[in-house]
DNA sequence: TGCATACTCTATTAAATCTATAGGATAATA
DNA sequence: TATTATCCTATAGATTTAATAGAGTATGCA
């Protein structure tokens, strides 16, 4: 399941995202609109601006802006950083990876080769879309 | 991420489909050779049966034993039993639909538009691979 | 300088979910 | 009838997620 936090970040990016400008935008109005509670979507935005993805500025008429363009910031990137690992077993992790204690030999694990497929295709899904193309 | 139950299930049919026989397996056998809790995994065994793709015997001799090839066992089926939704929000769910409450138009979502597209290429893959697969 | 504004940061709480365990009930076998 | 092994419900413990609180910091402007 996909967590609110990393829902409500991609919405507060294609929001972001939609504006003709690269004004600030100030927390409370995204949240407003997109109906997100504003102190949960300030932590949210903290991390997106942390990882590179936004920029802010403080005082009046200060918000949160875009620092790249919509088409070059890559679903792959958000996942990672808003949800975590993209695969559904650390074992078959890229950036993640953890053996299970549980078992013997990946090579012969049913699971493992189960996850590995579901990682590829949901990999490849998140580096075919960027931001632009969830408008 | 994948829940531990849905992994121990599938290690458990997994180990069964294995056998060569069809007679039945006791709980503790599967528990000690998976690396699996015997309680937990007596739950995950009884839904399992439950949903249709096992059978039991109680009293001696007694266990758990499958009751279709695997190459019948769908991991679709498995996984919506086991896991619950494949889709990673409601709101793409095909089995488990529901609208957002914060969404007022899901064809201008992007979260939509992207989760659809996770949830289409996962659902590929478990329709593709069957119990006998993973062997 | 002083004040209002809006982001920054840490800590904590509340809720939900997942994992695991306990223990008695039930059915089959010998 | 004793033994074996599944059946079933309830519950405890652990972890994660979601949300809130409140003080701190930088900015802009009069």
């Known amino acids: 399941m996909l967590s609110k936090k990393t829902k409500y ?12 400008d690269k004004s600030p935008v100030q927390i409370s109005e995204i949240a407003e609109q997109e109906n997100i509670s504003q ?11 942390k990882n590179g993805f936004l920029g802010s500025k403080k005082g009046k008429g200060g918000g949160y802006y875009l ?25 078959v992790s890229l950036n993640f990876y953890e053996k299970c204690d549980d078992c ?4 012969t694990c049913g699971v493992n080769k189960l996850m590995l497929q579901v990682r ?12 632009a193309d969830l408008i």
Chains 1, 2 share one sequence.
């Open 67 to 91: 620092i790249k363009e919509p088409q070059e910031i890559s679903m792959t990137q958000v996942m990672r950083v808003l949800e975590g690992p993209i695969a559904m077993v650390p074992c």
């Open 120 to 131: 590829d295709s949901a990999l490849e899904i998140y580096r075919n879309n960027t931001l």
């Open 9 to 20: 970040g991609l919405k507060a990016l294609t929001f972001l995202a939609k504006r003709d």
């Open 104 to 107: 013997p030999d990946e090579n």
């Open 39 to 49: 102190k949960f979507l300030e932590s949210i935005l903290l991390t997106l601006r």
